[in-house]
């Protein structure tokens, strides 16, 4: 079965220090990978993706995220955590054939706590 | 952020009403989506678009219904709402130009609530 792992509910952070929310995934062929962020009572954030090319991907607000193939993996990292991150972080992978409607598998979430 | 809404943000019903979820979007994007989520959980689709009268069932079951009539609307209806509806209902809509690789982009939310 196709599935998203993350495998931390909840990740506690230091202002200013690295931060990285983890994701590994199964499925067929080579996927596309996405990482979102919802804040409270709101909608989910596009942060970035990976379609092809360089594994290491730049996103908005200062997050990247790394590829790793053989490790069917796609780690968010960002060097530098702030309070403002704090946030729910959802990793999603889109199958290479999932029809047409370009279905998203979604993982459980990963909370980010960063304290001052 | 992208331009899509969703009315009302939060939704407080007895149980038997008829509700309507709305959701727009301004950009032309072709695929619109809706999403379940309970909160601080997984996103489950529930119902997706290709199209303008194009709609299909999602992966989780959902007694609600959709429609779409026009390209930039894509309303949820609950016939008959009853507490375990209560969840938050996300709207999604993609760009039809950038193929498999197309990025969803999402509403705020509306958060329903039915006692």
């Known amino acids: 079965a196709q599935s998203v792992a993350q495998p931390e509910d909840q990740v506690n952070v230091a202002e200013g220090n690295p931060l990285t929310v983890k994701c590994t995934y199964s499925?067929?062929?080579?996927?596309?990978l996405f990482w979102y962020v919802q804040y409270p009572n709101r909608g989910l954030q596009f942060l970035l993706k990976y379609i092809t090319g360089d594994n290491l991907v730049k996103g908005s607000y200062g997050f990247e995220a790394e590829f790793n193939k053989s490790q069917t993996s796609f780690h968010l990292k960002k060097p530098s955590a702030l309070v403002s991150d704090s946030a729910l972080y959802f990793c999603?992978?889109?199958?290479?054939?999932?029809?047409?409607?370009?279905?998203?598998?979604f993982g459980a979430g990963t909370r980010l706590a960063v304290h001052p | 952020e992208a331009d899509i809404y969703q009315t009302p943000r939060y939704l407080v019903i007895g149980t038997g009403k008829k509700i309507t979820l709305e959701c727009s979007q301004t950009m032309g994007h072709d695929k619109m989506y809706w999403y379940q989520q309970d909160p601080g959980m997984e996103l489950h689709l529930i119902h997706y678009s290709y199209g303008v009268n194009s709609t299909e069932k999602g992966d989780l079951s959902s007694e609600s219904t959709v429609s779409r009539i026009r390209t930039e609307h894509f309303p949820l209806t609950l016939e008959s709402a009853r507490p375990s509806h209560t969840s938050q209902y996300l709207c999604?809509?993609?760009?039809?130009?950038?193929?498999?690789?197309?990025?969803?982009?999402f509403g705020p939310g509306t958060r329903l609530t039915v006692l």
């Open positions: 999604a809509s993609s760009d039809p130009g950038q193929g498999a690789t197309d990025t969803q982009y």
């Open positions: 499925v067929s062929g080579n996927p596309y």
């Open positions: 999603a992978v889109r199958p290479m054939f999932s029809g047409g409607y370009n279905k998203l598998i």
